[in-house]
């Protein structure tokens, strides 16, 4: 079945540091990807999606490029503030359904 | 809108007690997403529903759980009765096309 394997965290950064958080997804049709981010205490918020192969997804300076030949949709920062510790969780949906796969999440710690 | 709405926020209750989670979808939507949250576990999806019906529930633990969805701005999650284990953090979303979660109910069995 689809799957997504996110790389094992926690990510700890200092401010400013480049961020990257790994996703790849196993799907037997054209999903649709998604990162969704969990601040401490609250529910998951959609952080950006790409819809179709080459697409990028892009919000608050995070970006995510759907690359269909590596099968990968990982999330980059240029700069990371404080205030991005979170945990951040990659997801596909099938496009049947609004279900959603998603991943395990990985923390992310940045210290000023 | 308000967003998805969850009620109550917090609740702490005894073993084997009767638990009610409410969740109010955003407008419109025509799916509706139960997860449970823990440490150990992570993020499950327990039950989710399209235009008030149950579509699949296979993700719930056992017959001690049940969910319903009298209309289209409403659902609720049920646990009878309640366990130490079923302790987490219990989301609500809804969805058409991106889901939207609410902030939680953080369930505390004792």
């Known amino acids: 079945g689809d799957s997504v394997t996110q790389m094992e965290g926690p990510v700890t950064l200092s401010e400013e540091a480049f961020l990257t958080i790994n996703c790849t997804y196993t799907a037997t049709g054209y999903p649709s990807l998604f990162w969704y981010v969990q601040y401490p205490g609250e529910g998951l918020q959609l952080l950006l999606k790409?819809?179709?192969?080459?697409d990028k997804g892009s919000n608050k300076g995070f970006e995510a490029t759907y690359r269909k030949e590596t099968t990968s949709f990982h999330l980059e920062k240029g700069s990371v503030q404080v205030s991005d510790s979170a945990v951040y969780f990659c997801a596909l949906s099938d496009g049947d359904t609004d279900k959603l796969i998603f991943g395990t999440g990985t923390r992310l710690q940045v210290f000023p | 809108d308000a967003g998805v709405i969850q009620s109550p926020r917090h609740e702490v209750t005894e073993m084997g007690q009767e638990v009610t989670l409410r969740c109010k979808p955003i407008?419109?939507?025509?799916?509706l997403f139960w997860y449970r949250q823990t440490m150990m576990r992570g993020l499950e999806l327990l039950i989710y529903f399209n235009n008030n019906v149950p579509i699949d529930d296979s993700g719930m633990p056992e017959d001690r759980f049940s969910a319903k969805m009298p209309n289209a701005s409403f659902s609720t999650l049920k646990i009878q009765p309640s366990e130490p284990r079923d302790s987490a953090v219990y989301f609500c979303a809804s969805s058409s096309y991106e889901q939207y979660f609410g902030p939680g109910t953080r369930l505390t069995v004792t």
């Open positions: 407008s419109g939507h025509d799916y």
């Open positions: 790409a819809t179709k192969a080459d």
